[in-house]
Protein backbone atom coordinates (compact mmCIF):
# COMPACT_ATOMS: atom_id res chain seq x y z
CA UNK A 1 0.00 0.00 0.00
CA UNK A 2 2.98 2.58 -0.74
CA UNK A 3 1.92 5.99 -0.76
CA UNK A 4 5.76 7.30 -0.77
CA UNK A 5 4.96 11.12 -3.19
CA UNK A 6 1.06 11.08 -1.80
CA UNK A 7 -0.15 14.13 -0.58
CA UNK A 8 -3.14 13.30 1.78
CA UNK A 9 -5.46 15.97 3.54
CA UNK A 10 -6.56 14.30 7.10
CA UNK A 11 -9.84 16.91 8.23
CA UNK A 12 -10.87 16.00 11.85
CA UNK A 13 -9.68 16.33 15.53
CA UNK A 14 -7.51 15.21 17.91
CA UNK A 15 -8.30 11.82 18.43
CA UNK A 16 -6.86 8.17 18.81
CA UNK A 17 -8.37 7.08 15.54
CA UNK A 18 -7.05 10.26 13.81
CA UNK A 19 -3.37 9.40 15.65
CA UNK A 20 -3.64 5.91 14.01
CA UNK A 21 -4.98 7.02 10.63
CA UNK A 22 -2.20 9.44 10.16
CA UNK A 23 0.49 7.00 11.34
CA UNK A 24 -0.28 4.40 9.37
CA UNK A 25 0.12 6.83 6.44
CA UNK A 26 2.76 8.17 7.22
CA UNK A 27 4.71 4.68 7.69
CA UNK A 28 3.48 4.08 3.85
CA UNK A 29 5.43 7.58 2.97
CA UNK A 30 2.50 9.84 2.40
CA UNK A 31 3.30 13.57 2.52
CA UNK A 32 0.28 14.19 5.46
CA UNK A 33 -1.66 17.52 6.32
CA UNK A 34 -3.55 17.32 9.16
CA UNK A 35 -6.15 20.27 9.96
CA UNK A 36 -7.14 19.68 13.54
CA UNK A 37 -9.94 21.57 15.80
CA UNK A 38 -7.67 21.62 18.48
CA UNK A 39 -3.58 21.47 19.57
CA UNK A 40 -1.98 18.75 18.34
CA UNK A 41 0.92 16.95 20.42
CA UNK A 42 2.46 15.21 16.88
CA UNK A 43 5.93 15.22 16.55
CA UNK A 44 6.56 17.31 13.83
CA UNK A 45 8.21 15.56 11.12
CA UNK A 46 9.50 16.14 7.23
CA UNK A 47 6.53 14.17 6.46
CA UNK A 48 3.49 15.54 8.60
CA UNK A 49 2.14 19.48 8.45
CA UNK A 50 -0.60 20.08 11.50
CA UNK A 51 -2.34 22.75 10.84
CA UNK A 52 -4.89 24.08 13.80
CA UNK A 53 -7.87 25.43 12.11
CA UNK A 54 -11.68 25.47 12.84
CA UNK A 55 -12.70 23.54 9.76
CA UNK A 56 -15.92 23.77 10.46
CA UNK A 57 -15.91 27.65 10.05
CA UNK A 58 -16.05 28.66 6.52
CA UNK A 59 -16.30 32.64 7.02
CA UNK A 60 -12.76 32.82 5.63
CA UNK A 61 -12.04 30.61 2.35
CA UNK A 62 -9.26 32.46 1.43
CA UNK A 63 -7.56 31.51 5.05
CA UNK A 64 -8.24 27.54 3.47
CA UNK A 65 -6.95 28.74 0.76
CA UNK A 66 -3.78 30.32 2.21
CA UNK A 67 -3.15 27.22 4.42
CA UNK A 68 -3.70 24.00 1.68
CA UNK A 69 -0.24 25.97 0.31
CA UNK A 70 -1.29 25.91 -3.20
CA UNK A 71 -0.60 21.62 -3.19
CA UNK A 72 -2.99 18.74 -5.15
CA UNK A 73 -3.77 16.37 -3.36
CA UNK A 74 -4.22 12.66 -3.96
CA UNK A 75 -6.33 11.35 -0.98
CA UNK A 76 -8.49 13.14 1.77
CA UNK A 77 -9.78 11.58 4.43
CA UNK A 78 -12.80 13.30 6.54
CA UNK A 79 -12.68 12.56 9.95
CA UNK A 80 -14.49 15.01 12.03
CA UNK A 81 -17.86 15.38 13.03
CA UNK A 82 -19.67 14.97 16.23
CA UNK A 83 -21.82 12.50 17.89
CA UNK A 84 -24.83 12.97 20.70
CA UNK A 85 -28.28 11.26 21.90
CA UNK A 86 -31.18 12.94 22.59
CA UNK A 87 -34.83 11.74 22.62
CA UNK A 88 -37.29 12.83 20.09
CA UNK A 89 -38.44 15.40 22.22
CA UNK A 90 -35.23 17.60 22.82
CA UNK A 91 -34.39 17.50 18.60
CA UNK A 92 -35.24 21.52 18.33
CA UNK A 93 -33.80 22.62 15.08
CA UNK A 94 -30.68 24.08 17.08
CA UNK A 95 -29.48 20.65 17.61
CA UNK A 96 -30.51 19.30 14.23
CA UNK A 97 -28.38 22.21 12.46
CA UNK A 98 -25.33 21.85 14.55
CA UNK A 99 -25.05 17.84 14.16
CA UNK A 100 -25.44 18.47 10.29
CA UNK A 101 -22.96 21.63 10.24
CA UNK A 102 -20.33 18.75 11.70
CA UNK A 103 -21.12 15.71 9.83
CA UNK A 104 -22.62 17.03 6.75
CA UNK A 105 -22.32 20.29 5.75
CA UNK A 106 -18.45 20.67 6.58
CA UNK A 107 -17.95 17.46 4.09
CA UNK A 108 -19.74 19.10 1.06
CA UNK A 109 -17.67 22.39 1.45
CA UNK A 110 -14.39 20.99 1.88
CA UNK A 111 -14.93 18.42 -1.26
CA UNK A 112 -16.60 21.87 -3.02
CA UNK A 113 -13.43 23.74 -1.52
CA UNK A 114 -11.22 21.26 -3.57
CA UNK A 115 -13.10 20.37 -6.49
CA UNK A 116 -13.34 24.32 -7.06
CA UNK A 117 -9.56 24.95 -6.75
CA UNK A 118 -8.55 21.86 -9.13
CA UNK A 119 -6.93 20.78 -6.76
CA UNK A 120 -7.81 16.65 -6.37
CA UNK A 121 -5.53 14.90 -8.84
CA UNK A 122 -6.49 12.30 -11.33
CA UNK A 123 -7.23 9.13 -9.68
CA UNK A 124 -7.35 11.02 -5.61
CA UNK A 125 -9.30 9.42 -3.13
CA UNK A 126 -11.84 10.53 -0.73
CA UNK A 127 -12.67 8.63 2.36
CA UNK A 128 -15.25 9.93 5.00
CA UNK A 129 -15.44 8.29 8.29
CA UNK A 130 -19.17 7.13 9.06
CA UNK A 131 -20.89 5.45 11.44
CA UNK A 132 -23.50 1.67 11.19
CA UNK A 133 -25.80 4.24 12.80
CA UNK A 134 -26.62 5.37 9.04
CA UNK A 135 -28.14 2.34 8.88
CA UNK A 136 -29.12 0.87 12.21
CA UNK A 137 -31.37 2.11 14.35
CA UNK A 138 -30.77 3.47 18.14
CA UNK A 139 -33.20 5.03 20.48
CA UNK A 140 -32.11 8.63 21.27
CA UNK A 141 -30.06 8.38 18.07
CA UNK A 142 -32.12 9.83 15.36
CA UNK A 143 -30.46 13.30 14.33
CA UNK A 144 -27.00 11.53 14.78
CA UNK A 145 -28.34 8.61 12.58
CA UNK A 146 -29.54 10.78 10.06
CA UNK A 147 -26.52 12.73 9.64
CA UNK A 148 -24.38 9.71 9.11
CA UNK A 149 -27.00 8.49 6.39
CA UNK A 150 -26.72 11.60 4.57
CA UNK A 151 -23.51 11.43 4.62
CA UNK A 152 -22.77 7.89 3.38
CA UNK A 153 -25.47 9.19 0.66
CA UNK A 154 -23.52 12.35 -0.35
CA UNK A 155 -20.66 9.83 -0.65
CA UNK A 156 -22.90 8.12 -3.26
CA UNK A 157 -23.59 10.56 -5.35
CA UNK A 158 -19.81 12.67 -5.56
CA UNK A 159 -18.80 9.08 -6.49
CA UNK A 160 -20.87 9.80 -9.63
CA UNK A 161 -20.19 13.17 -10.19
CA UNK A 162 -16.04 12.40 -9.55
CA UNK A 163 -16.43 9.77 -11.60
CA UNK A 164 -14.87 11.27 -15.11
CA UNK A 165 -12.10 12.44 -12.98
CA UNK A 166 -11.24 8.95 -11.67
CA UNK A 167 -11.44 10.55 -7.95
CA UNK A 168 -12.87 7.68 -5.71
CA UNK A 169 -15.49 8.30 -3.33
CA UNK A 170 -16.31 6.07 -0.34
CA UNK A 171 -17.41 6.02 3.44
CA UNK A 172 -15.95 3.29 6.11
CA UNK A 173 -19.85 2.77 8.47
CA UNK A 174 -17.95 2.07 11.77
CA UNK A 175 -19.07 0.58 14.88
CA UNK A 176 -18.09 0.81 18.19
CA UNK A 177 -14.18 1.62 18.63
CA UNK A 178 -12.25 0.88 21.76
CA UNK A 179 -10.65 4.30 21.64
CA UNK A 180 -14.49 6.03 21.72
CA UNK A 181 -16.01 4.01 24.56
CA UNK A 182 -15.32 6.90 27.00
CA UNK A 183 -16.24 9.62 25.26
CA UNK A 184 -19.65 11.33 26.96
CA UNK A 185 -22.16 10.94 23.97
CA UNK A 186 -20.69 6.97 23.63
CA UNK A 187 -21.14 6.78 27.90
CA UNK A 188 -24.84 8.12 27.26
CA UNK A 189 -25.65 5.50 24.64
CA UNK A 190 -24.73 2.72 26.68
CA UNK A 191 -26.66 4.11 30.06
CA UNK A 192 -29.60 4.01 27.57
CA UNK A 193 -30.26 0.31 27.18
CA UNK A 194 -27.62 -0.42 30.14
CA UNK A 195 -24.66 -1.68 27.36
CA UNK A 196 -27.29 -4.15 25.63
CA UNK A 197 -26.37 -2.14 22.26
CA UNK A 198 -22.49 -2.90 22.52
CA UNK A 199 -22.94 -6.66 23.16
CA UNK A 200 -24.31 -6.62 19.60
CA UNK A 201 -21.01 -6.34 18.11
CA UNK A 202 -20.20 -10.01 18.29
CA UNK A 203 -16.44 -9.72 17.59
CA UNK A 204 -16.15 -6.82 20.30
CA UNK A 205 -14.73 -2.92 19.83
CA UNK A 206 -12.91 -2.51 16.73
CA UNK A 207 -9.26 -1.19 17.48
CA UNK A 208 -8.37 2.35 15.89
CA UNK A 209 -5.34 0.46 14.43
CA UNK A 210 -8.25 -1.66 12.39
CA UNK A 211 -9.76 1.45 10.97
CA UNK A 212 -6.50 2.86 10.05
CA UNK A 213 -5.71 0.02 7.94
CA UNK A 214 -8.53 0.27 6.27
CA UNK A 215 -8.58 3.88 5.56
CA UNK A 216 -5.12 3.64 3.95
CA UNK A 217 -5.97 0.98 1.88
CA UNK A 218 -8.91 2.92 0.71
CA UNK A 219 -6.39 5.84 -0.46
CA UNK A 220 -4.02 3.55 -2.08
CA UNK A 221 -4.15 2.12 -5.63
CA UNK A 222 -4.74 -1.34 -4.81
CA UNK A 223 -8.32 -0.90 -5.25
CA UNK A 224 -8.17 1.82 -8.45
CA UNK A 225 -11.94 0.73 -8.96
CA UNK A 226 -14.03 0.56 -5.70
CA UNK A 227 -16.02 4.06 -5.76
CA UNK A 228 -19.46 5.10 -4.06
CA UNK A 229 -19.13 2.30 -1.34
CA UNK A 230 -20.18 2.55 2.34
CA UNK A 231 -18.13 -0.17 3.53
CA UNK A 232 -19.05 -2.00 6.96
CA UNK A 233 -16.65 -2.23 9.27
CA UNK A 234 -18.77 -3.67 12.94
CA UNK A 235 -17.47 -6.49 13.84
CA UNK A 236 -20.84 -7.87 13.32
CA UNK A 237 -22.92 -5.14 15.03
CA UNK A 238 -25.96 -5.03 12.34
CA UNK A 239 -25.74 -9.07 11.37
Known amino acids: MNLEHKNILVLGGKSEINDAVINSLLKEGAQVHFFCSVKSDFVTTSNLTVVEHDFYNFDSNKDID ?24 LNNAEFVEDMFHANVYSFFEWIRILTKR ?19 GL ?57 NDFKKQLLGPIEPQELAHLVTFLLSDLVPSMTGTNIVLDGGYTL
Open 66 to 89: NQLDGLNWHGVVFAGGKGGVRPIK
Open 139 to 195: KSKIVYSASKAALDAAVRGMAVELADKKIRVNSIQKGWVRSDMNLDFIQSNLSIDEG
Open 118 to 136: RSLVEGASIVALSSVSSIK
